[in-house]
T-cell receptor, first 112, second 111 residues
Framework: NAGVTQTPKFQVLKTGQSMTLQCAQD?????MYWYRQDPGMGLRLIYY???????DKGEVPNGYNVSRLNKREFSLRLESAAPSQTSVYFC???????????FGPGTRLTVT | EDKVVQSPLSLVVHEGDTVTLNCSYE??????LLWYKQEKKAPTFLFML????IEKKSGRLSSILDKKELSSILNITATQTGDSAIYLC???????????FGKGTLLTVNP
């Protein structure tokens, strides 16, 4: 039981490049989330998916797209990376009827 | 807009000290408040509080919610160097189960 996994762990991009961050969970959770964490800013919600086939914007969605590929996987895409997107990205999932979210290990992204 | 404010933002103590971390929230249709501990990697769950005045305890850590004051505290007694971490507070409101996080408190415990 791996919980929430994320790939890659680290990534360096040049401005304008694109990439997809992958997230998968094996806990059969319906809800999944993408956050970014910047120094001194806590966790800010980018997008979330309440169930397979649905996605909704969070607090800071600009510059990102998401895909809920199936119940297990929720990916985050940066179409044209900008230095302001340098951050640590966390994926999380949540058990139905519970507020507790389970987090993946994070992806540290640097955009130069 | 929902808001969670934590204080202090950082704190340095010596091993054996007792610390109190604060969290206040302004959340529409408040449902629950959660505390997480974040060391090098992912946040890990500590407590969830939904009822006012009921203390949750786990070893040297305890937490309580005050719905009248819209706040919560996290206490750590007899601190150890392993307690050094960022402590995150998050609140949930409405029916969509989304969490709004505070900026966190960076606790450093020196030997």
């Amino acid at each position: 039981n791996a919980g929430v996994t994320q790939t890659p762990k680290f990534q360096v991009l040049k401005t304008g490049q694109s990439m997809t961050l992958q997230c998968a969970q094996d806990m059969n959770h319906n809800s999944m989330y993408w956050y970014r964490q910047d120094p001194g800013m806590g966790l800010r919600l980018i997008y979330y998916s309440a169930s397979e086939g649905t996605t909704d914007k969070g607090e800071v969605p600009n510059g990102y797209n998401v895909s809920r590929l199936n119940k297990r996987e929720f990916s985050l895409r940066l179409e044209s990376a900008a230095p302001s997107q340098t951050s640590v990205y966390f994926c999380a999932s949540r058990r139905d009827n519970s507020y507790e979210q389970y987090f993946g290990p994070g992806t540290r992204l640097t955009v130069t | 807009e929902d808001k969670v404010v934590q204080s202090p933002l950082s704190l340095v103590v010596h091993e054996g000290d007792t610390v109190t971390l604060n969290c206040s929230y302004e959340v529409t249709n408040f449902r629950s408040l959660l505390w997480y501990k974040q060391e090098k990697k992912a946040p890990t769950f500590l407590f969830m509080l939904t009822s006012s005045g009921i203390e949750k305890k786990s070893g040297r850590l305890s937490s309580i919610l005050d719905k009248k004051e819209l706040s919560s505290i996290l206490n750590i007694t007899a601190t150890q160097t392993g307690d050094s971490a960022i402590y995150l507070c998050a609140a949930s409101g409405g029916s969509n189960y989304k969490l709004t996080f505070g900026k966190g408190t960076l606790l450093t415990v020196n030997p």
